[in-house]
């Protein structure tokens, strides 16, 4: 069997294992979202298109009074697989710690290619600044939040956010004017470009976790010459260069197992971010595998939860306050 082939089957083997996985979760009866408090509204077309890739679901807890912080989640699966639908826990793990939500679905790779993912994250962005407030959301204190390709994502959102750049894409979300309070950003791929030198700094990589990651870089960039910069395919190499951001960058979370491949990419960004002084919280989880947090009702993703919180806690106030502003200085 061909490589193109072996990537094409194990593709769809990953894809089948996580959709059955999350359409079996949502079976038990701690799934709905009115167990805890809290209305989910689905489908909210956050751009005009008539696209299910354009489309957001909103998490929102019913106690609290007052604006609610706000996280902002972008899913991972490669740039190529998985939705929205099948990070359902994401949003309701958040919102039950008192957040308000917007899970959001993008356009993938390879139909559509970089810089589709990011153009899309950035309109959404742009959306729920705008419509946050009519959902009891307060824009002021917004945390990016996400896994995999989700936590390059919301890296590259955060540079369109902090670095005024010539990118249309990256032009609408800096408009908007408004910087998140934190970013989570949990066992990401921050360097698209030159995904074989996770293989060959390790050569015993098996060969199925190396189609994996191979296919990110063939399909979410493919041969031709990339339309736009790479840095919001290449987050870590931008952040790497130290250049001053015109926004200040916000403090990062950055959960990873010691087991999963893209582990020197978190260090590497943990690194890049120290050395413009930005706050970080790097933690490694001892044999742990790639979104091994995903799986909650694990000791050790029950424990990345509760530093999540934690983080969360230190960096993004519980209550707003009428002296917060949205408007970056």
């Known amino acids: 069997m061909g490589k193109g082939a072996?990537?094409?089957?194990?593709?769809?083997?990953?894809?089948?294992?996580?959709?059955?996985?999350?359409?079996?979760?949502?079976?038990?009866?701690?799934a709905r979202p009115a167990r805890h408090g809290i209305h989910r509204e689905v489908d909210v077309p956050y751009a005009d298109t008539g696209s299910r890739d354009h489309l957001l679901d909103v998490y929102r807890p019913s106690a609290g009074s007052g604006p609610l912080p706000i996280v902002f989640y972008v899913h991972g699966g490669g740039f190529r697989i998985l939705s929205k639908d099948?990070?359902?826990?994401?949003?309701?793990?958040?919102?039950?710690?008192?957040?308000?939500?917007?899970?959001?679905?993008?356009?993938?790779?390879?139909?559509?290619?970089?810089?589709?993912?990011?153009?899309?994250?950035?309109?959404?962005?742009?959306w729920v600044v705008e419509n946050a407030a009519r959902y009891g959301g307060d824009p002021s204190r917004i945390v990016l939040a996400g896994e995999s390709a989700g936590a390059n994502l919301v890296t590259s959102l955060s540079l369109a956010l902090s670095y005024e750049r010539p990118e249309p894409f990256a032009r609408t979300a800096w408009d908007t004017?408004?910087?998140?309070?934190?970013?989570?950003?949990?066992?990401?791929?921050?360097?698209?470009?030159?995904?074989?030198?996770?293989?060959?700094?390790k050569p015993t990589m098996s060969p199925f976790v190396a189609d994996r990651l191979s296919e990110v870089t063939h399909n979410y960039l493919g041969a031709e010459p990339p339309l736009c910069s790479l840095d919001f395919?290449?987050?870590?190499?931008?952040?790497?260069?130290?250049?001053r951001p015109d926004r200040?960058?916000?403090?990062?979370?950055?959960?990873?197992?010691?087991?999963?491949?893209?582990?020197?990419?978190?260090r590497r960004?943990?690194?890049?971010?120290?050395?413009?002084?930005?706050?970080?919280d790097t933690r490694y989880y001892p044999g742990e595998l790639h979104a091994f947090h995903a799986f909650v009702m694990l000791p050790a993703a029950r424990r990345c939860w509760a530093h999540t919180y934690a983080f969360l806690d230190r960096h993004v106030p519980r209550v707003s306050?009428?002296?917060?502003?949205?408007?970056?200085?």
Not at 233 to 243: I, N, T, Y
Not at 249 to 264: A, C, H, K, M, Q
Not at 321 to 329: C, E, G, H
């Open 177 to 201: 004017g408004v910087t998140p309070r934190a970013v989570v950003a949990s066992c990401g791929v921050f360097q698209v470009s030159d995904i074989e030198r996770l293989r060959r700094r």
């Open 321 to 329: 306050s009428p002296s917060m502003s949205t408007a970056a200085t």
């Open 6 to 30: 072996r990537q094409h089957l194990g593709a769809i083997a990953v894809d089948g294992f996580f959709n059955g996985v999350s359409r079996l979760a949502r079976l038990h009866p701690k």
């Open 248 to 266: 200040p960058l916000p403090p990062f979370f950055l959960p990873v197992g010691t087991r999963d491949p893209l582990l020197p990419d978190t």
């Open 269 to 280: 960004l943990s690194a890049a971010l120290e050395g413009l002084g930005v706050p970080v």
């Open 86 to 126: 099948t990070h359902w826990v994401m949003g309701l793990a958040f919102a039950r710690r008192g957040y308000l939500v917007f899970n959001v679905s993008y356009r993938l790779a390879p139909k559509h290619r970089y810089p589709a993912a990011i153009e899309d994250v950035c309109r959404a962005y742009a």
């Open 233 to 243: 395919a290449d987050p870590l190499v931008a952040l790497e260069r130290r250049e």
